[in-house]
């Protein structure tokens, strides 16, 4: 009886954020939304190569989606400080719906052409831009408890890949019976879901202290505050690296679903979603960790493990073993994403916290579409296979580098640790 009540607990534990009204309204309301953006994604790299036949252009769509976000996140970084995160929320949320649909119109009606996703890509990069800094400095304004916070960054975690492995595979049978089409306004319906969720919280609005500075000098003061303290600034360049160098596979992975696995869309669904595994596995152990302590090292194993399983990948012509690896990778990719944000979260003051997630934006996002570039010039010349093993090889390289400066940043932060009381048997990041 006492185990069976321990389980229990445990289990509690891990979904503790949902106790929490306003972040369980977010949580239903996203998780129909992101089911229907998974679709979106899926889809939309299939149709770029059905039509065209490119990797180059694979990687082009990739970059023109993904380059507003290096652009312009630190500029929704300052907004998300200074303005109502929730009613801004709304608003790109919406925007993102309207695109979803106008894309559905042009692959429904028979009119889409590259140029056409291209421009959308671009539309949907600048809407994404301001939503991932604004919506993950949201979080803590959906709880009465911030010490919640941690499991509330790691069940949206559980959210997205969760989402991520349904997503994939319902947009792989429906591109084979229908066509792509039918994604992208499947994708522009979930959006309602959010939407209403949204308006239905009941949000305590935050004074927002400006010290009268100007718009500039808030984005300087973020800027200086990010890359001036050495464990911020640590864990975003292993975070930009393994996005620039590691994360544009995805890019790839119709070219390995028809050409080296010799499958279709539904291989493709299937790889994605069998890194969607991986992924949620990843969250759901974050979720259940009762403390940040000892998140670094995790970082830095989790670097480790996805590049790794990029190398093995690239050199696997069996379906079921990538599928495998495919796990593993999409394990890696979301416990070092998700721990760095936790931490990023934790240690950032209040008052910056829209500016410190809009360079964690810059670093996971931004950076992926100088990577889809380089990843499709590299394929088209060397291989995707090459290319691939290159980037493991890279991705494994940052996390032995980040290893020999782990001591060295526990120092700084035990400081910051202490002050909020989650030191443990001497133990930090």
Request: with cysteine.
């Amino acid at each position: 009886m006492e185990r069976y009540y321990k389980k229990l607990n445990r289990v509690n534990d891990t979904f503790r954020a949902l106790r929490h009204r306003n972040y369980r309204l977010f949580f239903i309301g996203q998780g129909i939304s992101l089911i229907g953006t998974w679709m979106q994604q899926i889809a939309l790299n299939w149709l770029v190569y059905r039509i065209s036949n490119s990797v180059l252009l694979l990687g082009i769509v990739g970059f023109a989606s993904r380059i507003p976000t290096f652009l312009l996140a630190p500029v929704a970084g300052v907004v998300a400080d200074r303005w109502n995160r929730h009613h801004l929320v709304i608003l790109i949320q919406t925007l993102a719906m309207v695109q979803a649909f106008i894309l559905a119109f042009l692959v429904l009606t028979h009119v889409v052409t590259i140029w056409h996703i291209i421009l959308l890509g671009l539309l949907l990069g600048c809407v994404n831009s301001f939503d991932i800094p604004v919506r993950q400095s949201f979080v803590v304004d959906m709880l009465e408890k911030e010490e919640d916070l941690g499991n509330a960054i790691a069940l949206n975690s559980s959210l997205v890949n969760g989402a991520r492995l349904l997503g994939p595979s319902v947009a792989g049978i429906l591109i084979a019976a229908v066509g792509e089409g039918m994604c992208f306004l499947i994708n522009g319906l979930s959006y309602i879901a959010v939407i209403v969720a949204l308006f239905a919280m009941r949000i305590t609005a935050k004074q927002i202290k400006r010290n009268g500075s100007n718009f500039l000098q808030n984005l300087r003061e973020g800027f200086s505050y990010t890359f001036g303290f050495a464990p911020i600034r640590n864990i975003l360049l292993l975070l930009a690296l393994v996005s620039l160098l590691g994360m544009p596979y995805v890019t790839l992975m119709p070219v390995f679903a028809r050409d080296i696995l010799h499958g279709g869309a539904h291989t493709f669904g299937f790889l994605m979603g069998a890194a969607g595994i991986g992924a949620l596995i990843g969250a759901v152990y974050l979720a259940s960790r009762r403390s940040v302590v000892g998140l670094g090292w995790i970082i830095t194993m989790a670097a480790g493990v996805f590049g790794i399983g990029l190398i093995a990948f690239s050199l696997s012509k069996v379906i079921w073993l990538s599928l495998l690896l495919m796990v593993f990778t999409g394990f890696g990719m979301m416990v070092q994403m998700a721990a760095s944000n936790t931490v990023l979260q934790t240690i950032a003051d209040d008052a910056k916290r829209g500016r410190v997630m809009s360079f964690y934006t810059v670093a996971f996002v931004g950076m992926t579409p100088f990577g889809s570039l380089l990843a499709g010039w590299l394929a088209s010349r060397l291989g995707a296979k090459e290319t691939v093993l290159i980037s493991g090889i890279c991705c494994l390289l940052g996390a032995v580098v980040f290893l020999g400066r782990l001591q060295a940043l526990r120092e700084m932060l035990s400081p910051i640790y202490e002050k909020k009381g989650i030191m443990l048997k001497g133990k930090i990041f």
